[in-house]
Each structure stands twice: as C-alpha cells, then as structure tokens.
C-alpha cells in the first residue's frame, strides 16, 4: 500500500486508487465539477488540480493515481490562484441567475466562487455569450444552457449509465452547448441528471421553484417503490415533503417513478371512509367492531398480511390474528419474481417486502391458495387486510363479506359493495423494517410524526381482548422475530 503526504498528513493510499479519492477517505476535500464517483473519470474541468512534489504541473486529483512517496498540496497558493483562474473561465459567460435558481444554496459554482473565487469580474456584462434558456427537455427535466459548466455529467450519465445517449456536447470553444435529442430525455431515470448537474442548468420540473434549499431539512431513509429499497434522502419542510434523491452516504441511481411516489402523501386519509363516504374514526371503530365480533361467533373472520407493510407491521397482524382474533384463516403467502430488471436499480418485484414474507409464510398462517379459495366460495363474514394488497383481491372477494382495509395512500374509491377503510401512517412517518431483494434489513426513518394509529392500535379498539393479546407480549415476539433475521 503506497504511503503518500496530502498536506503534510501521512496517508496509507490503495494501490491503483486516484488521489482524490485517497484525500477524500481521509477527510480532505478537493472540489470538483466533472468528477462523480459513479461515472467514468473525464478530467475535463481542471477543478480538482493539486501541487506533487517533483511534477512541473499541476495535476488533475480525479485522473492521476498515487504512487509510492508522492508529496501532495490540494491546498498552496499555486493551487489556488490555479482554483481562482478556473473560475473565472467558467464564470465568465455564466448569468447572474443566482436569486432566482434553485440550485443557489448548493450549487458547486456558487460555493466554490466563495471558498475560492472571490474575484472582481473583468468581464463586461454586455459580453456575456447568450445560449438558449429554461427548454423543456423531456417529461421531468428543464435545461438552460447559459447555467451549463460543460462538465459533461450529465452526457456521460446518458451513455455509461442508461446508455440512452439522448445528450451530446455541440460546437466548439464558448460556443459549446448541450444538446439534447429531439423527443427530450424520457428514460426512467432522467431525474438522476438533475442531482448530478453541479450548477442549476439542468433542474427538476417536480422541484423547480417550491422551496428554497436552505429551508430543507433531510432525512436518510429507503424507497419503498420495489424490492431494491434504493437508499434515498427526503428533503422536507414543515410536514410537507418537497423532493426525494438518492442517499449521501451509500449512492444508487433512484428511477422517476420511485422517487416521485411521495406525491401520494399530499392526499393523505384524515377520516375513516365507509362505502366510500368519510365517516368519523369512532363511527367506523364501532361499526368495524360489531362486524368482527359477529363473524367471529361463527368463525367467519379472514386476515391477510402485506408485502407493502413492515416486519413490524406483518409479524403484528401474525400475532393479533392468533392471540387476538383467534382465527386460521390468514395468510402472509406472497410471493414476487425478484430481480433487477434493466440492470441498474428497478426491480421486477414492485412490493418491497415479499422477500421477508415468503420466509414468515413458511410459518405463520395458511397457503394463499387455500385463502384464495375459501374467499371466492364466499366464507367469510369479514376480510381483514392493508389496502393495496387487498385491491389485488378484489375480484375473489364475495359480495356478501365486508372488507376491513387500512390506508396510507389513495386511491380511496372502492370498488366493494361493503368496505371500512382506515387511515394509518406512511413509512414518512413511522420507522419500519423492510428486506430487500438479496435479504438485507433496511429501515424507514420518519420525517414527521404521525397522524393516524397503527392497525393494531385499531384492531384492538374494535375488538377489546387486550387480557388476551397484551401489548408486551406482542413487542416480545416483533423483537424476537426481528433478532432472528
Ligand atoms: S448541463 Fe450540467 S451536468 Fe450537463 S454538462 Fe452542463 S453543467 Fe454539466
Ligand atoms: S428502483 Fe425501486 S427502490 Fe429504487 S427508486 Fe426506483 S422504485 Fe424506488
């Protein structure tokens, strides 16, 4: 392992590593513009240059590799008159966008211009080069070329990543300008372009002018759109979530459609719904309990678990279905086809637990088909079940029996002939267990607290019993279920 200096601290390097990246483990930042740790080094923007000792130039940190004895300065005056010179270059065209783009806040040039910049401009404004502004370029994406810094990210990311190619680099000196194809981006992961943008030429028309990014707060969670639970960050303010990107800490590209299913939670359930008029709680909790204890006289009562739901959740219903309910008729049997699909992060399996349920199955309630069956001859008095897995029900489900649902995102129009729906809290405002596709636990982190009660909080209000299935008992067996995965 090469031993090399990085001002004036003795770093033991990995062989073949770059020496940003070897700073960067060591906790000293070189700034960057086209360098992203999941794309191919480019060079390009001469940003990340640094002094080593012997060298009669700078080097650029992202492309060259460290060797035995190098002695580096990210940091000498050399480096910095070279930091402020490249600034000036790219600002030079650039528009003074700033109080009015959404990148201000976290724009690597704007930054940059403060740490390192901090110049008179010699440049008339009157001679700025005009590029075109604010295009449409494709479904979720705005570019403006007079924002662009030509770091060439967002090509590369087309041809390395989705390998759509849609963006190219056109002409030749100040008169280069990205280009995009005709038809705009639209594959499903255009929204990656934006975070990967270092200044605010490509931005998001979901985020675009809806908050200011110093008003963010941001919380380290996992999507929940399919079986990968891609790592993401939520940036949210004042109860209201306002985008969702991928996680600082352990990168992954996040597909639109993931990241965009926060726009569900701004129809969040405040009421309980019955035969899809609202109805309040109390109303529904009585109406709910006396249909339960009806059936359960003559053993009419069915449950079934959710791959949408949590360890948490699903090993709770396992437990309030044999303590609480007393019933056989439940099952947590579901199971998906797993894989990534496109061979970056979008998996076939849109649910993202049925990798835990199909070993919870194994011992906890009755095969699916024999549920199924039992559904369709019209057994049962009373279904029990969370809502989205219920839909996929829907046509099994006979008439007669009422269907007790619970919701943490529309659609809310039923399409049964008797249906109880309750409101209980996203995985955006409760923590929860999740295993992904390869059999690793992830956890939900809340953004703010939540507003509803938790199934098993409703389940017993509508039946009592709580001498029968008492609550320690039932975190006892959530622990224990948990320590053994
Ligand atoms: S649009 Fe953004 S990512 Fe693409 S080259 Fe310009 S600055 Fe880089
Ligand atoms: S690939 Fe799956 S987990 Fe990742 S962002 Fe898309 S939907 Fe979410």
Request: hydrophobic residues 35%.
């Amino acid at each position: 392992m090469p031993r090399i200096t990085i001002d004036g601290k003795i770093i033991e390097a990995e062989k073949g590593e770059t020496i940003l990246k070897a700073a960067e483990r060591n906790g000293i930042y070189i700034p960057r513009f086209c360098y992203h740790p999941a794309l191919k080094i480019s060079g390009t923007c001469r940003m990340c240059v640094v002094e080593i000792e012997k060298f009669p130039k700078l080097m650029t940190s992202c492309s060259t590799e460290v060797s035995e004895g190098m002695v580096i300065r990210t940091d000498s005056e050399r480096v910095r008159k070279a930091r402020k010179q490249i600034l000036e270059f790219l600002l030079l065209n650039h528009p003074l966008d700033c109080p009015i783009c959404d990148q201000a806040g976290e724009c690597f040039l704007q930054n940059y211009y403060m740490d390192w910049g901090l110049y008179k401009s010699r440049f008339p404004l009157k001679d700025k080069m005009k590029k075109r502004k604010r295009f449409d370029a494709g479904k979720h994406l705005i570019l403006d070329n007079e924002r662009c810094v030509l770091c060439t990210r967002c090509v590369r990311f087309t041809r390395e990543i989705t390998g759509t190619n849609e963006i190219s680099v056109l002409e030749r000196g100040d008169k280069s300008y990205i280009e995009v194809d005709e038809g705009g981006i639209n594959n499903p992961y255009s929204l990656n372009i934006a975070d990967i943008c270092p200044v605010g030429a490509f931005t998001s028309k979901d985020f675009r002018f809806r908050q200011r990014s110093w008003f963010l707060k941001r919380t380290e969670s996992i999507c929940l759109g399919c079986a990968t639970l891609c790592p993401v960050e939520i940036h949210h303010n004042k109860g209201k979530i306002y985008r969702i990107v991928p996680s600082q800490k352990e990168h992954r590209w996040l597909c639109d459609e993931g990241r965009l299913t926060y726009h569900k939670m701004d129809r969040e359930l405040r009421t309980a719904i019955i035969n899809g008029n609202a109805a309040d709680l109390p109303v529904a909790l009585k109406k709910g309990g006396a249909i339960i204890t009806s059936s359960l006289k003559d053993s009419s009562v069915a449950l079934a678990g959710s791959p949408y739901l949590s360890i948490e959740d699903n090993a709770s219903l396992a437990f309030l279905a044999q303590k609480l309910l007393e019933i056989s008729d439940y099952t947590f049997d579901f199971v998906f086809k797993q894989e990534i699909e496109d061979g970056i992060s979008i998996n076939s399996d849109k649910t993202p637990n049925s990798r835990f349920l199909r070993g919870f199955a194994r011992k906890h309630g009755m095969k699916m088909t024999e549920l199924n069956s039992k559904l369709e001859k019209g057994k049962f008095g009373v279904f029990i079940c969370e809502r989205k897995t219920l839909l996929q029900f829907f046509p099994r489900i006979d008439e007669k029996t009422t269907v007790i649902s619970f919701a943490f995102e529309p659609p809310w129009k039923t399409p049964f002939k008797n249906e109880i729906i309750f409101p209980i809290p996203s995985y955006f405002q409760k923590e929860g267990s999740f295993m992904d596709f390869k059999g690793k636990i992830k956890k939900t982190t809340p953004c703010f607290p939540a507003s509803s009660k938790n199934i098993s909080e409703y389940l017993r209000e509508m039946v009592g019993g709580g001498n029968k299935a008492n609550k320690e008992e039932e975190q006892e067996f959530i622990t224990k279920l948990l320590s053994e995965l």
